[in-house]
Structure formats: C-alpha cells, structure tokens
Nanobody, 118 residues
C-alpha cells in the first residue's frame, strides 16, 4: 500500500503562485510514477503533470510553462509549483501513484482545493 497526503491548497489571486505538496509513504519501491490531477465538479478529471521514476516529466498543454512537478527524495514528497495562476486553474487537485505494470493509478490522495480569484 501507498499513502498519499496532499497539502498546500488555498485561495490565490490571478497571476499568483501556489505550491502543492504530496507526502508519500508505504511501498514506494513499486511506484513507477506520481501524477497530479485536477477536477472541477461536473467536469472530467484532468491529468496535470506526471513525474516518472526516471525523473522524466510530462505536462498538460494547459499548464506547460507555468507548472513544475518535482520530488524531494529525502522527504518522499512530490511538489507541484504553480505560477501565473488563472481562474480556470480553480479545481480540487489530487496526487496519485501508479505502480509498475499497472494500467490505472493505484493510489489516490484526498485532494486539496485551489481557488484562483480574478
């Protein structure tokens, strides 16, 4: 089992910055990737950013150049640095972990709310 706990959400003005944290614990040796997703009520969940075990990263076009996913191995924490925030970035943000060999994300955090005011 892997446990994921998000923190760092809040209210920020348009153009501002926010950093989300995802503290991970448990059977991390089998985790292939950790990703950040976001979801707005009534809309489909969106994959925002992924960091793979080999440290490669992938971003949604909507956040490319503004968001950065990173990991502090000493703290087993994955971060999502969000800059130049826009009202359309408002959502509940979730981190999720994908095990090696799995086709679907195996573990999810509880989510943290990000609200960007215009």
């Amino acid at each position: 089992q892997v446990q994921l706990v998000e923190s760092g959400g809040g209210l920020v003005q348009s153009g501002g910055s926010l950093t989300l944290s995802c503290a991970t614990s448990g059977r991390l040796f089998n985790v292939y990737a950790v990703s950040w997703f976001r979801q707005v009520p009534g809309k489909q969940r969106e994959l925002v950013a992924t960091r793979r075990r080999d440290e490669s990263t992938v971003y949604a076009d909507s956040v490319k150049g503004r968001f950065t996913i990173s990991r502090d191995s000493a703290k087993d924490t994955v971060y999502l640095q969000m800059n130049s925030l826009k009202p359309e970035d408002t959502a509940t943000y979730y981190c999720a972990a994908l095990d090696f060999g799995s086709s679907q994300y195996n573990y999810w955090g509880q989510g943290t709310q990000v609200t960007v005011s215009s």
